[in-house]
């Protein structure tokens, strides 16, 4: 079973922004959200994805990508619940690991979420001066939910993790 | 945008059976059911499809479909809301068209649906003498819906189109 260990962090400042070696501007959208199963479709640039998630809000979990036309997935975006998730992914590598930077936009905007995909979850990985709190368990902080409870209705002690 | 227009129709007799030129066992589940999409995963033999529908329970809808791994459809159907259904669909020539004939088995044993897919609403399709009522508009044929209300539980009325 393909399987995602993912990790997730805010950042200190914006020492990472020289590091970046290629960005990419993504829209997403989920058709489906509520059950066990979490449904994305996403765009970024002319490439497109659907995504299938399982297992709830936690760093390892069960994960299934299949590439779409992206004509079709931009339909698809329009069937989504809910608004969609526009951000643009900065890519900083890392000897064998990528972090990838999440900059989001629109109703987002001002969040910025380091991730990390690790091939298990006893994986030893860097620690760069720009790298914040860990935010993994906060489940605010997953793209599903920004769609319900976007960054410009946080509170004050939401925004303090 | 693809779209679906699919009639469904009950079975008057078996008169239809000597015509079957091949068949399939499926196994299908949803991922996601409840809102304006629905998101089936399909396994026949050693081919697998996911399947997005949208629009509601309706003669002609959105559809999208992708290839996948069939191992990779089997997990994903270990994660569907609900039970399964399979099914035997019996494929029958006529013209351009081809009649698909969906016999159900464990809790839904004992249904009978023929399915014509058309280019339009308008299209002309023959009515071969074993066909029987057309069913297009009553929900509770739609495979999406025999997962939650199978046929092993409709009263005698509902069995009565």
Redesign the interface.
Known sequence: ??REIEKKFLLKNDAWRPLVERRSRMTQGY??S????S?RVRVAGDEAW?N?K?GGLVASR?E?E?A?PVD?AR??LA?A?GPLIDKTRHFIPAGDLTWEIDEFHGDNSGLVVAELELDNEQQAFPRPPWLGTEVTELHRYYNVRLVQHPYKEWTEAERRP
Do not use: C, N, Q, S
């Open positions: 079973m393909p058709l489906a509520g059950g066990r199963v449904v659907l299938i399982a069960p299934y299949y779409i079709e339909e698809l069937l619940e």
